[in-house]
């Protein structure tokens, strides 16, 4: 069984079509990444599928329309279509979501092979500065920053990215530390390889599966935390996303009874946000089979 | 104009500015500067009036989720891979995901704005002036309005707990100890909190500490919906009002709030764990 599971191990490292593969088979997985797939072709041919454009004007329809046959999930208080501000938000709200996964993941990954590598001075100095951003309460610092650097997107994008770089560091680290110490790396280091060598053609291929993993739940916690900047007014309010749809719903909706303009965004932030969950949940399923158990 | 500017020390190079931030917050009363928003009070006496709000908010909404996500995980651990077992794993993971302010949102909409239930806003009713959530007095009034934002706090955030606590449950019942207990002929409630939950229960002690970073910020947005008196309320309205030394003082009193409360969560984790020393 030890034997089996390690042998499949080592043959996942090194084949990524059949690692992908095996977390495919997971039912999670395939739910997460049919959801994902609804909302990319969505998000992609936005201008084909959705029946109106979001900021058109004149809007298309009355003030707080309910959900009928002509607005499928009503109308804001511009008389703007919802469908197609769900359609056109999702854009914006996945495509912050993957960027500032791919940085914080790039940025964290670095920081963390290089204090696990190396260790000593250049551990402390580097994991130090990681507690500190990780300690700190997430909210008030991306709202500092954003208050200072002025509401964009692309202030979003830089704030949410300093806020989730810490976690995967931690994570990428101490996995750093275990694979430093292995048989294999000892062997690259005999034969004269060079750390550039050892981080990129050893340590690297096998820390790819726990960086994954990470950066899937990077991108749920990306794309909550934009919805949450957005909200409160930080993000870039006249770009229409699911985010600063809740902004204006907050200030309009309620008071008139135009519950279908809250729920849409809400519901699909849950939506992709749980299906990069069960993703990220079905990478560590194939890749720690110590978790099967459970 | 240049008076002003002169007034609030604008006119100085910035590292003059931030040398003298700096040495002015290490006085007492801490000295963060004069808020723009509530010219002439001082940031710090600002912030004092709201903070006790959201203390309350945080410590009491901490309290009962740490107590519901435990119960949760210690039932769904103790039968894994049951029906009540993969319901609850499945409705808290879905929570999980569920942004705070949107659930907030939802929870006012439907038990303050349609079945008016509860207050739409505020910490306490016209009229009442309570000055700190643990007046007495008003004491009923206080958690009527506090009620919807704190149940908005627990449902978005007993899930971390209930998850964790479950797999650990699911570990600590494979011991043998606990095999032992049993045949011992101990009641099954007997075996499960008495012994299981009491060794599962450590990790939760690191957990409330690293989690409440998490609540304070959820906090803040649910203070936001439910226009609480508290300093997320108070930070929306620096933000709004581009209000910067009462932001910073905000950010410095809540990370000071947190780390606090994660030194004290590491000291009390020594005292119920006595391998652990520091």
């Not at chain 1, 200072?148 to 990428?172: D, E, F, H, N």
């Not at chain 1, 899937?216 to 749809?245: H, K, Q, R």
């Not at chain 2, 002439?40 to 009036?49: D, E, H, R, W």
Request: hydrophobic share 55%.
């Amino acid at each position: 069984m030890q034997v089996t599971t390690q042998k499949k191990l080592r043959a996942l490292a090194s084949h990524w079509p059949s690692a992908i593969s095996e977390v495919l088979r997971h039912r999670r997985a395939q739910v997460g990444f049919g959801i994902i797939a609804f909302f990319t072709i969505l998000a992609v041919a936005a201008p084909a599928i959705s029946p109106y454009s979001p900021y058109a004007f004149p809007a298309p329809g009355v003030p707080y329309a309910s959900p009928g046959p002509r607005f499928p999930l009503g109308t804001d208080y511009l008389g703007e279509d919802i469908l197609s501000e769900i359609i056109y938000g999702g854009r914006v709200s996945i495509a912050v979501g993957l960027i500032v996964a791919l940085l914080a993941s790039l940025v964290g990954t670095v920081v963390g092979v290089l204090a696990g590598y190396y260790k000593r001075t250049i551990d402390e100095v580097l994991m130090r500065g990681t507690d500190i951003v990780l300690i700190l309460p997430s909210l008030p610092l991306m709202i500092i920053l954003a208050a200072y650097l002025g509401p964009s997107l692309q202030t979003v994008i830089l704030v949410l990215t300093v806020t989730s770089w810490p976690a995967v560091a931690r994570v990428v680290r101490s996995q750093t530390l275990s694979l430093r110490e292995r048989p294999f790396t000892d062997s690259a280091r005999v034969v004269g390889a060079s750390d550039f060598r050892i981080i990129t053609k050893l340590l690297l291929p096998n820390l790819a599966s726990i960086i994954a993993a990470n950066a899937v739940l990077v991108v749920t916690s990306a794309i909550v935390g934009e919805a949450a900047l957005d909200f409160i007014g930080l993000g870039d309010i006249t770009v229409v996303s699911w985010g600063t749809m809740l902004y204006w719903a907050q200030a309009y909706a309620l008071f008139n009874g135009a519950w279908w303009w809250v729920i849409a965004p809400g519901l699909c932030i849950i939506l992709v946000g749980l299906a990069f969950v069960l993703i990220s949940v079905s990478i560590e399923d194939v890749f720690n089979p110590k978790l099967r158990s459970l | 104009m240049a008076a002003l500017r002169q007034r609030f020390g604008l006119d100085q190079p910035v590292w003059i500015q931030f040398t003298l931030y700096l040495a002015n917050t290490l006085s007492w009363p801490p000295n963060f500067g004069v808020s723009y928003l509530f010219y002439p009070t001082p940031v710090f006496t600002a912030i004092m009036q709201y903070l006790p709000w959201t203390l309350f908010l945080v410590g009491v909404s901490t309290v009962i989720t740490a107590i519901v996500g435990i119960l949760l995980g210690v039932w769904s651990g103790s039968r894994p891979g049951s029906k009540f077992d993969t319901a609850t794993m499945s409705i808290s993971m879905l929570l999980w995901t569920m942004p705070f302010f949107w659930l907030g949102i939802i929870l006012l909409w439907i038990f303050a704005i349609t079945l008016h239930w509860f207050p739409v806003s505020g910490a306490a009713s016209a009229g009442i002036t309570a000055s700190n959530p643990l007046d007495i007095t008003d004491s009923g009034d206080i958690l009527w309005h506090a009620f919807l934002p704190m149940m908005t706090l627990v449902i978005a955030s007993y899930a971390g707990y209930s998850l964790i606590m479950r797999n650990t449950m699911v570990g600590e019942l494979s011991q043998d100890y606990i095999l032992m207990a049993r045949a011992k002929g101990l009641r099954e409630r007997t075996v499960l909190f008495g012994h299981a939950a009491r060794n599962a229960m450590l990790p939760m002690i690191t957990l409330i500490g690293l989690n409440l970073g998490y609540v304070v910020s959820g906090a803040l947005l649910v203070e936001i919906v439910f226009s609480y008196p508290g300093v997320g309320y108070l930070t929306y309205r620096a933000v709004l009002a581009h209000d910067y030394p009462l932001l910073q003082g905000l950010f410095f009193i809540l990370s000071l709030t947190v780390v606090a409360a994660n030194y004290i969560a590491d000291l009390f984790y020594a005292f119920l764990d006595p391998r652990i020393k520091y």
